[in-house]
């Protein structure tokens, strides 16, 4: 009788596995999730920081690569090498390079020293830099002096000798490049609004993007005009911005 129980116990579990086509509403639908036998397996992608990584993948190993390609650019920081349809109709992905670039946080406030290194480490040289960096670095402790701010331009102590001090107005909006992309093409600079505040007597720095995300739109049509100039031998490369 037991042997009978578990023989009759494992049927049961047998027919438990056994999908079943079920009709609503005139769909029909599979009980058990069905996958192809034999079904080719899915490469595992190459990951890299760099568009000059992704550039030298599709021209040394041209032999991995599938009749038709496609470059995605999916933002300023990310791109993926993926294949055309596949016969299941998936796309492969074979490459994806995620630029690795210095972080900024924007619109959140920061110490002194803190936002004086970011300004030296995460933009350019070039544009307000220089200015935007002097004010915070010569600004006077918050205690000493009452600030002015009509929403559009602030006023601030900063230091002008060793005991000397004189007003100064913080430049409003401020033009910036910083690192926001893959570093084989140029940086898009973009206006930031400047704004300084006070917490517990200590002053506090912020950088707001005031350009409406028009940078993305120019980093991404550069990435783009790189990756057509390095695989201009290579039409069977389609790529999408």
């Known amino acids: 009788m037991l042997k009978e129980a578990i023989k009759y116990i494992a049927s049961l579990a047998v027919e438990a596995e056994k999908p079943e086509l079920v009709t609503i509403e005139g769909k029909t639908y599979c009980t058990k999730e069905l996958d192809r036998y034999g079904k080719r397996d899915m490469a595992a992608p190459i990951n890299g920081t760099t568009l000059t990584s992704l550039v030298d993948y599709i021209k040394e190993c041209s032999d991995e690569l599938h009749e038709k390609m496609i470059i995605h650019i999916q933002t300023p920081t990310t791109v993926v090498l993926c294949s055309g349809l596949l016969e299941e109709r998936q796309r492969e992905n074979l490459f ?19 936002f004086i290194i970011a300004m ?7 544009g307000d830099n220089e200015l935007v960096t002097k004010v915070a670095s010569n600004i006077v ?7 002015s701010d009509d929403g559009v331009t602030q006023q601030a ?29 140029t940086q898009p600079e973009s206006l930031f609004v400047f704004r300084i505040g006070e917490r517990n007597g ?3 720095f912020k950088l707001v993007e005031a350009d409406g995300g028009a940078w993305r739109k120019l980093a991404t049509e550069r990435i783009r005009a790189y990756l057509k100039e390095q695989l201009k031998d290579k039409p069977e490369i389609t790529v999408l911005a």
């Open 141 to 147: 402790n918050t205690q000493q002096h009452q600030y």
């Open 157 to 185: 102590v900063i230091k002008t000798g060793i005991t000397s001090k004189d007003n100064a107005i913080v430049p409003n909006p401020v033009t910036l490049t910083p690192y926001r992309t893959f570093f084989e093409i």
């Open 120 to 126: 030296q480490s995460c933009f350019l040289k070039n």
């Open 96 to 114: 994806i390079a995620n630029a690795d670039i210095p972080y900024f946080s924007y619109g959140c406030e920061h110490e002194q020293e803190e």
């Open 202 to 204: 200590y002053p506090f």
